[in-house]
Structure formats: C-alpha cells, structure tokens
C-alpha cells in the first residue's frame, strides 16, 4: 500500500526567503508524485507533477520539486517565496490505479 | 469552464438525517472520487469510479453510498448522518487513473 509523510506540518518563513516542504512517499511500484495547494475556504490545485522522465519538475507560481527515487522523497522548493503564496500544501502519491493517497499537509504561513 | 462543481456549500444536519452531496463535471472524465478532510488532516478518499455504471470503496466508505449513473455526475450519498460525518467533503475528477486531480469547491458538512 502507498503512503505519504509530510515532515512539517507549519513551516514559518519571512517573506523573499526561500522555502522547503519536504515529502517522503512508500510504495512497492512505480509511482505518481503530485503537489497541491489549498487556499483557504477553496478546493486544491495542481502545482507540479512527476510522471516520468526528467526527476526536477517545475511548476506554477515558481515552485519546483525533486523526485529522489533512491531517497523516496519528493520535496518541494521556491527560492523567494511572497505573502501570497500562504497556504496549505498537500503532497500526494499514485499508483495509476486511479486512488491518490494524500499527506496530512504543511501549512506554509509567509510573514512580512 | 465550470470544471467540477459541487453542491451544496454548506449544510447542517440533525443525528439520523440523510442527504446527498452532489457533483458534476464538464470535462469528461473518466475517473471521480470523493473524498473528506477533516481538520489538521489530508484527504480520505471515500468512493472512487472509473467510469459510469462502476465505482469502488476507498479508505473510509463506511457510512457512505455512490453511484455512477453518467459520466458527468458522481453523488455521494449520506444514511443515518453521524456527528463524526462532520467535515468537508470534496468532489474531484481525473482523466486517468495517473493524472492530476481536478477538485470541486468542496461541501462543508456539519451534523449536529
């Protein structure tokens, strides 16, 4: 079975600093690497995935992550984050069978 | 592009009561699924479908009832509301079991 550990669940950061949620994943298979964001009262939208092939991924509004296979790690990066981007970050795994398992979350709180 | 769309926002419940969340999708999507997130927590996947006439359990289907009739409209179906049915529940739709998720606004639910 797929499971998803997020290693922080708030991650405190000064606005234009640069960030990192870290996500560790288990899995028997080959796997599906997913990022979300929630803003509050809103449903979750896409960031970046990794599906196959170059193992840095980029995404929207500057963040990027790296999938590290022999680590099991997805960890998500910005090198200059900005007040808007305070929210919850969901990292996710699939297996392509259509089920997602999500972690519990970081909340990443950015202050001025 | 209306995306998913899910209703109602928001609804309170008695102990005993039943109701149904529903949710469409215009984009043609194969997969659906509904999920749960309770506070300070990820998301539980409830039911999931991959396609009309099929659906399947997920993680925490106890309490719940789908069905998958066409493929734009996934309800889910809530028998004997219990206060531990408190939550907010999100609708989401993929185009195959490997991609992204497209999540609805969610329903926050409370049982009283």
């Known amino acids: 079975a797929q499971s998803v550990t997020q290693l922080d669940s708030q991650v405190p950061v000064f606005e234009e600093a640069p960030v990192e949620l870290r996500c560790n994943y288990s899995?028997?298979?080959?796997?599906?690497l997913f990022w979300y964001v929630q803003y509050p009262n809103q449903g979750l939208q896409l960031l970046l995935k990794?599906?196959?092939?170059?193992?840095l991924v980029k995404g929207i509004n500057g963040f990027e992550a790296e999938f590290n296979k022999s680590q099991t790690s997805f960890h998500l990066r910005k090198p200059s984050v900005h007040i808007s981007d305070t929210a919850e970050y969901f990292c996710?795994?699939?297996?392509?069978?259509?089920?997602?398992?999500f972690g519990d979350g970081t909340t990443l709180t950015v202050k001025p | 592009n209306a995306g998913v769309t899910q209703t109602p926002k928001f609804r309170i419940l008695k102990i005993g009561q039943s109701m149904t969340l529903q949710c469409t999708q215009d984009?043609?999507?194969?997969?659906m699924y509904w999920y749960r997130q309770d506070p300070g927590m990820g998301l539980k996947l409830i039911y999931y479908?991959?396609?009309?006439?099929?659906?399947d359990k997920g993680e925490v289907p106890n309490g719940y009832n789908v069905s998958r009739s066409t493929t734009e409209d996934f309800p889910l179906r809530l028998e004997l509301a219990a206060p531990s049915q408190t939550s907010v529940y999100f609708c989401?739709?993929?185009?195959?079991?490997?991609?992204?998720?497209?999540f609805g606004e969610g329903s926050r639910l409370t049982v009283l």
């Open positions: 989401a739709s993929s185009y195959s079991g490997a991609g992204e998720l497209f």
């Open positions: 899995s028997s298979v080959s796997v599906y």
């Open positions: 990794y599906l196959s092939g170059s193992t």
């Open positions: 996710a795994v699939s297996e392509g069978a259509g089920k997602s398992t």
């Open positions: 984009m043609n999507h194969n997969y």
């Open positions: 479908s991959v396609g009309a006439g099929i659906t």
